[in-house]
């Protein structure tokens, strides 16, 4: 009963940040029963790629082979084996992290290409209901958007509402690299939208490598806008307990993996996480060991911990939220599973307190002026001297 009324609290508590946000009290009503299913299984295909015997010896299977393990393989291959299994098996090769860049991002085109063919036939069946009709009419098109000349897919997975994890410059020779990594309601349809674009995983890191190139124009980087975990729909039970994040934080962690076999920046890449992506990050931060040394929350609902400490050696911890932020008035507890623990941004936290001035919202942070958006470049680029520091 304890556990029911803490639950209905916490929902509560979040449905009534939404109305403050323009949400609408009877949107959030109704995602408060639209609970998602995470992703935890490898892409279409990997069954068939496992039990492939043309090569004459196993393929990594994708369930359990490591990124150093699949790196090493696809570097015993000739460009044209490589090519051949993109081809077969795109999914596949395309979501494999420890794979070459090139190869991902040929065989993610591939994917694209084929769900964008499969979805304007379901558009064109006559039978389908308007519902469907309209889902599929969206589909292709957020396909087809990704397909354009000088977009990087990383990595591309159709299954429920998409995933897509998109590279902004040339990682193979970044200098430094830095990773989005979004909360709630991003998914492939949202991955980049044309309206209110900073709303958005890929309009967020568009802002950040801008900024990085005005504060350090010298230096290569790369920003990674990684909607690739199913995240929460609304301020319903997901955004209040650790699910979601459970099943991200290790998706998070292969990607990171992967980077370090396919790139090699000057420092581990840096971690920007908002809103439920920060549970995300505090979820994994343990489990890196050095595969990151900057995190950045922002937007913070708690990182289910309760103190830096808790998140693992070498993790250096920045954190940020603006005074008009609604997520400040959601309870910092976490009790029984519901509720994601301490805030970030309280002094005893440990963490270092950033300046957001000029933000304005839960979702203003990378607005273009924004000291928020001058600090995440500036610790991305590993200018610490240049950081401002909240006061007050």
């Given at each position: 009963?304890?556990?029911?009324?803490?639950?209905?609290?916490?929902i509560g508590a979040f449905a009534a940040c939404s109305v403050l946000a323009d949400a609408g009290a009877a949107a959030a009503q109704a995602a408060a029963s639209n609970e998602q299913v995470a992703i935890t299984t490898p892409p279409a295909?990997?069954?068939?790629?496992?039990?492939?015997?043309s090569l004459g010896h196993p393929l990594p299977d994708p369930a359990t082979a490591d990124a150093a393990t699949v790196a090493a393989f696809f570097a015993a291959l000739s460009p044209a084996q490589q090519d051949r299994l993109a081809h077969a098996y795109p999914l596949v090769v395309g979501n494999l992290d420890g794979a070459p860049l090139q190869l991902r991002y040929r065989a993610?085109?591939?994917?694209?290409?084929?769900?964008?063919?499969?979805?304007?036939?379901?558009?064109?069946?006559?039978?389908?209901?308007?519902?469907?009709?309209a889902l599929a009419v969206s589909r292709a098109n957020d396909c087809q958007a990704l397909l354009a000349p000088g977009r990087q897919i990383l990595a591309f997975d159709p299954r429920g509402r998409g995933l897509v994890t998109e590279v902004f410059g040339d990682l193979a020779s970044a200098q430094r690299v830095s990773v989005i990594v979004p909360g709630s309601d991003t998914d492939l349809g949202h991955h980049d939208?044309?309206?209110?674009?900073?709303?958005?995983?890929?309009?967020?890191?568009?802002?950040?490598?801008?900024?990085?190139?005005?504060?350090?124009?010298?230096?290569?980087?790369?920003v990674i806008a990684w909607t690739g975990y199913v995240t929460p729909v609304g301020l319903g039970p997901d955004a209040v307990t650790s699910r979601l994040s459970d099943a991200g934080a290790?998706?998070?962690?292969?990607?990171?993996?992967?980077?370090?076999?396919?790139?090699?920046?000057?420092?581990?890449?840096?971690?920007?996480?908002?809103?439920?992506?920060?549970?995300?990050?505090?979820?994994?931060?343990?489990?890196?060991?050095?595969?990151?040394?900057?995190?950045?929350?922002l937007g913070s609902p708690g990182m289910g911990v309760q103190?830096?400490?808790?998140?693992?050696?070498?993790?250096?911890?920045?954190?940020?939220?603006?005074?008009?932020?609604?997520?400040?008035?959601?309870?910092?507890?976490?009790?029984?599973?519901l509720?994601?623990?301490?805030?970030?941004?309280?002094?005893?936290?440990?963490?270092?307190?950033?300046?957001?001035?000029?933000?304005?919202?839960?979702?203003?942070?990378?607005?273009?002026?924004?000291?928020s958006l001058h600090n995440f470049a500036a610790i991305a680029l590993g200018d610490y001297r240049s950081v401002v520091y909240r006061t007050g």
């Open positions: 009963m304890q556990r029911r009324r803490l639950k209905r609290m916490l295909g990997s069954d068939a790629w496992v039990h492939d015997t993610n085109a591939l994917a694209l290409a084929a769900e964008v063919a499969r979805a304007r036939a379901q558009a064109a069946d006559r039978k389908v209901d308007p519902t469907t009709h939208r044309a309206v209110d674009p900073l709303r958005s995983p890929a309009g967020m890191a568009r802002a950040l490598q801008s900024e990085e190139r005005s504060q350090e124009p010298g230096v290569k980087t790369a290790p998706r998070l962690a292969r990607l990171l993996d992967g980077l370090a076999q396919t790139s090699s920046p000057v420092a581990p890449p840096a971690l920007i996480c908002h809103s439920y992506g920060t549970v995300v990050c505090g979820t994994v931060a343990p489990r890196l060991h050095g595969r990151t040394t900057d995190m950045v929350v103190n830096v400490d808790e998140l693992g050696s070498g993790v250096h911890l920045w954190a940020t939220r603006n005074p008009s932020d609604w997520i400040g008035a959601v309870p910092y507890l976490q009790v029984g599973g509720g994601h623990g301490a805030d970030p941004t309280s002094a005893d936290f440990g963490a270092e307190q950033i300046s957001s001035a000029g933000a304005s919202g839960h979702v203003g942070y990378f607005d273009p002026g924004t000291t």
